[in-house]
């Protein structure tokens, strides 16, 4: 992953566009220019609102090609990581990107000793994605809102579960 950015990073919102666009087949651009860059303003305006200490990383296509295709939005200044939100871009998905991506953040986690919790559309292909990278149901009912809670708990690092197999005997005897 590459250096963090800010929600307004021209990449983040050209990304964004694009995913969201995807979501719009059959309607006119004339009609989906304007729609999406209301749907995208609110969006964001609503990320920053609801998680300010938020931060975005770009992600690159591959390490041999930099070029941004996708990013993921984190919070981690509570006592668990939010996993905001992740977008890549149709032409590249099935490549392993978004799996990257939440193979560092669980890293991250497990260092820190944090689960990193998430919100996804009841239904939406991507909830497979983070069974994969072990994130469980965190909620019992989606009707509500339509989305479901995930929660992907920490584990423990080698370094975490080391055992020191030492000797520990201490001796309480004194010279004279």
């Known amino acids: 992953m590459t250096a963090e950015h800010d929600l307004r ?3 983040v919102q050209q990304i964004a566009a694009s995913v969201l666009r995807e979501r719009l087949p059959g309607i006119p651009a004339e009609l989906a220019v304007p729609l999406v860059a209301g749907q995208l303003a609110a969006k964001f305006a609503t990320m920053r609102a609801e998680h300010p200490g938020a931060t975005v990383v770009l992600l690159p296509r591959s390490d041999a090609e930099p070029e941004a295709v996708g990013y993921l939005v984190a919070d981690r200044s ?3 990581i939010r996993l905001v939100d992740l977008a ?3 032409p590249v998905r099935g490549r392993g990107i978004a799996s990257a991506a ?4 669980a890293e991250e986690a497990d260092v820190s000793g944090r689960a990193i919790t998430l919100s996804v559309w009841a ?4 909830e497979r994605l983070y069974a994969r990278h072990g994130f469980e149901r965190a909620d019992a009912d989606t009707a509500e809102s339509g989305y479901r809670e995930l929660r992907r708990p920490p584990r423990p690092t080698e370094r975490q579960s080391t055992v020191c197999t030492g000797d520990t005997s201490t001796s309480s005897s004194s010279a004279q």
């Not at 939440?102 to 953040?105: E, P, V």
């Not at 239904?123 to 991507?126: M, N, V």
Request: negative net charge.
């Open 9 to 11: 990073h021209p990449l």
């Open 78 to 80: 509570g006592d668990e």
């Open 88 to 90: 890549v871009t149709a």
């Open 102 to 105: 939440l193979d560092a953040l």
């Open 123 to 126: 239904g939406d292909p991507a």
